[in-house]
C-alpha cells in the first residue's frame, strides 16, 4: 500500500518535475564526503541530456569530483554555493565553468531563497529516513547524518522537491525534519551515501603541540575578554586546534562553575559531553559533524535541530549567530588589515568558501582567528589576503602559536589581554616574524578572468577570484 508520491525513479522524478535545460537544481551536503546524492543526480541529468544548468548547493566535497566532469560537459554552466572544494573548485579556477560562479553564506543562501532573490526549480534532498507521503529526518536510517537544517530553505522555497532516500518508514514518520507539505515525489535508492564520510580528521582532537600551544593562548584570551560568565555562547569550527580550544575551556568552565548558554553551528561529541555535563544549556545544531553528535540530536531535549535561516540568516527576525559571545575561527590566510581568506590556496585556486564563516565573525562579541603562523612553510599573515572572505572590521583577535594580535578597533581587548600576561603583538611584527622564520613568499598573482564572485552576507561584494 505505500504508494503516496513514491515514483519508480530518479529519471521519472526528473521528468515528472518539469525541470529543464538552463533551469536551476539543488543539492545538500549533510553527509559530507560521504554523500553519494549530487553525484547521482548530476550523472543521471546528464544520462538524460540536460545542458546549462545552475547547481546551487550547500556545498560541494572531495567527493563530489564527478561534477568537475559535468562542469567541463556543459552539463552545469554555473554554481551557487557556500563553499567549492575539491575537483570542482579546480575546475572552477581553470576556467572551465561558463559561468561566473557565486559564493554566498549560509546565512546568505536561505535568505535570498526566502525573499526571492535566487531561484530553485528543483530540489533534490538525500533524505536518511522518509515516508510514502515525503516527510523526512536525517535522525534515522543506515545513512542518518543528524540535523538537516541546510536544507530547510530548499524544501520550503523550490517549486518542485524530490525527496530520494535509502529507508523507507511507515507512514506518518511523526519525528520528521520537514513535513510532506513541501514535497513533491519521493524516490527510494540502494544508498545515500555513508554516514562514516560525516567524519573527517579536522574533527578530532589533536596532539600537535603547536595547535595545543594556540588552543591554550585562546582559551586564555576568551577567559580574560570578559566573555567568559552565566550565559555565555559559543561556536568553534571543528578543527584540532578549535576543538583544543573548546576542551581547555571545558576545564576553566569547570573550575568556575560557569553555566553556558547554547552551542551552535557544525555540533561535535566534545559539544555534546560539555552539554551533557551541564555546562552549557543547549545545543543549536545546523550540521553533525561526527557519529556521536547524530546519536545524541536522536534521544537528547537539549540537543536541537535548527534551521540555516535560524543559524545565520541576516534577514530573519533573529538568528544564532547574532547573539554569539565567541566565535573561533580558522584561515587560510590574514592580512595586516585582519581580512581573512578561506577561499583560495597559496596559488589562487578554490578550495573552500566561507560557509557560516564571515556569518559568526559578523555576529560574535569576539570574533577569534586561531591559526599557526607558519603552514606548510608559508606565512599564515600578508600585506593583502588573496581573497577577502570575511572582513577584516569584524575580525577582532588572531591567535598564533607564537602570540597573539589584536584588531586596533578592539583596545579593550588588548587592555584586558594584556592584564592576563597573555603574549600580544602588533600583526605588522607577527608577520614579520613568521617571515624571519620562513622567508618572504613570491606569492601568485592570478590573472586569468574573474571565474568566481564572493557576496558578504549582506548581498554585497567582496571580492572576485582570477582564474589560473
Do not use: W
Not at 559535468?70 to 570542482?88: F, H, K, L
Not at 561556536?235 to 580550544?245: D, F, I, K, R, V
Request: charge should be negative; hydrophobic fraction near 40%.
Amino acid at each position: 500500500m505505500m504508494k503516496g508520491k513514491m515514483v519508480e525513479s530518479l529519471e521519472a522524478a526528473v521528468k515528472a518535475s518539469g525541470l529543464k535545460d538552463g533551469m536551476t537544481f539543488s543539492c545538500h551536503h549533510h553527509l559530507r564526503n560521504g554523500d553519494k546524492v549530487m553525484n547521482l543526480v548530476c550523472r543521471t541529468l546528464e544520462n538524460m541530456g540536460f545542458r546549462d544548468l545552475t547547481l546551487n548547493a550547500t556545498s560541494i566535497h572531495n567527493v563530489h569530483e564527478p561534477v568537475a566532469g559535468q562542469i567541463e560537459r556543459g552539463v552545469i554552466r554555473r554554481i551557487i554555493s557556500p563553499y567549492i572544494g575539491g575537483a570542482p573548485g579546480r575546475a572552477i579556477s581553470e576556467g572551465k565553468l561558463k559561468d561566473t560562479a557565486v559564493f554566498c553564506t549560509h546565512g546568505a543562501r536561505p535568505s535570498d531563497l526566502e525573499q526571492g532573490k535566487t531561484h530553485i526549480d528543483v530540489a533534490f534532498i538525500a533524505a536518511p529516513a522518509a515516508d510514502c507521503m515525503g516527510n523526512f529526518s536525517g535522525k534515522y536510517g543506515p545513512a542518518a547524518c543528524g540535523s538537516m537544517g541546510y536544507i530547510f530553505s530548499d524544501a520550503v522555497c523550490a517549486h518542485k522537491v524530490v525527496v530520494i532516500t535509502d529507508h523507507l518508514m511507515e507512514y506518518p514518520l511523526s519525528d520528521f525534519s520537514v513535513s510532506e507539505v513541501y514535497v513533491d515525489y519521493v524516490v527510494e535508492v540502494d544508498s545515500i551515501g555513508d554516514p562514516a564520510g560525516i567524519v573527517s580528521s579536522t574533527t578530532s582532537l589533536t596532539r600537535d603541540p603547536v595547535a595545543l600551544r594556540i588552543a591554550d593562548y585562546a582559551s586564555r584570551a576568551i577567559h580574560a575578554s570578559g566573555l567568559l560568565k552565566d550565559g555565555f555562547a559559543f561556536q568553534t569550527g571543528a578543527g584540532g586546534a578549535s576543538l583544543a580550544a573548546a576542551a581547555y575551556l571545558r576545564e576553566i568552565m569547570k573550575e568556575e562553575k560557569i553555566r553556558g548558554s547554547y552551542c551552535t553551528g557544525g555540533i561535535t561529541r566534545y559539544m555534546v559531553e560539555m552539554q551533557h555535563e551541564g555546562l552549557f544549556e543547549s545545543l543549536l545544531d545546523v550540521q553533525c559533524f561526527d557519529l556521536q553528535a547524530v546519536e545524541d540530536l536522536r534521544v537528547n531535549p537539549g540537543h536541537r535541530e535548527i534551521s540555516c535561516s535560524h543559524y545565520a540568516s541576516p534577514t530573519a527576525k533573529s538568528c544564532t549567530v547574532d547573539s554569539l559571545d565567541v566565535a573561533i575561527l580558522g584561515a587560510t590566510e590574514i592580512d595586516t588589515s585582519f581580512n581573512v581568506n578561506v577561499h583560495t590556496n597559496s596559488k589562487g585556486i578554490i578550495m573552500g568558501g566561507s560557509g557560516g564563516h564571515s556569518d559568526a565573525a559578523q555576529g560574535a562579541k569576539m570574533a577569534m582567528v586561531a591559526a599557526p603562523l607558519i603552514r606548510a612553510r608559508l606565512p599564515l599573515i600578508c600585506q593583502r589576503v588573496n581573497c577577502i572572505s570575511t572582513p577584516g572590521t569584524t575580525i577582532d583577535v588572531l591567535v598564533t602559536q607564537y602570540g597573539m594580535a589584536v584588531n586596533p578597533a578592539r583596545g579593550d581587548l588588548a587592555e584586558r589581554f594584556r592584564a592576563a600576561k597573555l603574549p600580544v603583538f602588533d600583526i605588522n611584527d607577527l608577520k614579520m616574524q613568521a617571515e624571519e622564520l620562513s622567508g618572504v613568499p613570491n606569492r601568485v598573482k592570478p590573472a586569468g578572468r574573474t571565474v568566481a564572485e564572493v557576496y558578504y552576507r549582506d548581498g554585497s561584494l567582496l571580492d572576485r577570484i582570477a582564474g589560473v
